[in-house]
């Protein structure tokens, strides 16, 4: 019997030429469909890379955990000689940070920059925890960009006060913690080192990076504070975190993502809601293959009645107008897809669209995954099944006796 029906389905799919009406329409439900998941899968991809694309600059630049002393002061050695020991299996590697505020001026001191974040980091361990030493502009000499008293600043920074690298900066800043009411500022000349483009404005405005050494020279009351962590490649970072809580009651531990909660649930969201919206876009190509399998059971309907004299049941028949939404469906999904898939490579491959600087990327990403498309493909099926099955339901509302003695009218 499901060899019959499915030659039958077939038979109407691929036949259709000496019906031209039912040939126009299944065309025509075919382009819609096929519209559909090309721009519910091509939209959904692009939202789901500039999710990526945006965490995975984020993540980069802050490291995965990030572990910070509320009192200000860590006995960082032993915490790192701990980690390592009790996490082997989660820490990757892990950094120092010393954080303090500073001003910046050129040796003219006629442009200063904004109150600016200076934090002290160790040269050796920190390219392996961030992706600080990849965003210089000047990808040579990498550790000698930080060495000594030489400093790292943003290209935002270095653009405002009129700097490049080499050029002598003074840095004004506090040595130790306020006291008293009354603010004195010491000066200590630098080098820029190096600039950065991180592509995340508070960074190339506002940060300073310099060595330990130097950072310590600086602020002599101001210990190391945090410790920056990078887990292995298949580690839950989360779980990660809430072991190490466990461990480490007394200091703050905390994701990338805890620094930009509203950023990170706002991708999310709109890659659902991209989601949603085109989907309905997709109902209505749906809706036209439903009109479809309305007008086959109107044209067919003397075709059902001898189906049903010869006692092929009323399930059996409507297993057929399904079969046939189905296969238009699957069909028009597939090419969808696929053109999606493909345009989405050129895109990404050939990025000839530039993004303002509001956004974390430079180009449109696009980013496809198995779970992705088998959730476009199953959405589209299923509205295709229930596309399908609604108007099949009719079939029982037919009385054979009355299509035999007056025919379909």
């Not at 390592?84 to 010393?98: R, W």
């Not at 009351?221 to 809430?242: A, G």
Request: hydrophobic content about 45%; glycine content about 6%.
């Amino acid at each position: 019997m499901m060899k019959l029906i499915v030659k039958l389905a077939l038979a109407q799919v691929f036949n259709t030429s000496q019906q031209k009406s039912l040939s126009i329409m299944v065309k025509l439900s075919y382009i819609a469909l096929t519209i559909g998941s090309f721009a519910l899968t091509l939209v959904v991809g692009i939202m789901n890379g500039f999710q990526k694309e945006t965490s995975k600059k984020l993540q980069g630049i802050h490291a995965d955990i990030i572990m910070k002393s509320s009192t200000g002061a860590l006995d960082y050695k032993k915490l790192i000689e701990v980690i390592n020991h009790e996490f082997i299996h989660d820490v990757k590697a892990t950094s120092p940070q010393a954080i303090a505020h500073a001003l910046i001026t050129n040796q003219e001191q006629t442009l200063f920059s904004p109150l600016s974040l200076c934090i002290g980091i160790d040269p050796t361990h920190e390219p392996q925890v961030t992706t600080l030493f990849n965003t210089l502009c000047n990808s040579q000499n990498k550790g000698g960009q930080i060495a000594d008293k030489n400093i790292l600043i943003g290209v935002t920074a270095a653009r405002t006060l009129a700097l490049k690298e080499g050029d002598l900066v003074n840095i004004l800043y506090l040595p130790e913690e306020l006291q008293s009411k009354k603010i004195t500022l010491q000066e200590s000349s630098a080098r820029i080192g190096g600039t950065f483009k991180t592509g995340i404005e508070e960074f190339d405005t506002s940060i300073i990076f310099c060595n330990l050494d130097f950072f310590q020279e600086l602020f002599t009351s101001i210990d190391v504070s945090q410790i920056v962590i990078k887990c292995h490649k298949d580690v839950d970072i989360d779980h990660c975190v809430q072991r190490l809580k466990a461990r480490f009651q007394d200091l703050e531990i905390y994701t990338w993502k805890d620094l930009y909660p509203a950023l990170v649930s706002a991708l999310e969201l709109e890659k659902y809601a991209a989601f949603i919206i085109l989907t309905l876009c997709a109902l209505i190509a749906a809706i036209n293959c439903m009109a479809l399998i309305f007008m086959y059971i109107t044209q067919k309907k003397m075709d059902i009645a001898i189906l049903k004299t010869l006692g092929m049941s009323e399930n059996a028949i409507s297993s057929i107008f399904i079969l046939i939404g189905s296969v238009i469906t699957l069909g028009a999904t597939a090419s969808g897809i696929m053109g999606a898939i493909i345009v989405g490579y050129f895109i990404q491959k050939y990025p000839l669209i530039t993004l303002p600087d509001a956004y974390y990327v430079e180009h449109i990403p696009v980013s496809f995954d198995i779970g992705l498309i088998a959730a476009v493909f199953t959405t589209l099926m299923i509205l295709g099944f229930f596309a399908s099955l609604i108007p099949s339901r009719r079939i029982q509302t037919f009385s054979v006796a009355h299509l035999l003695k007056f025919g379909a009218e």
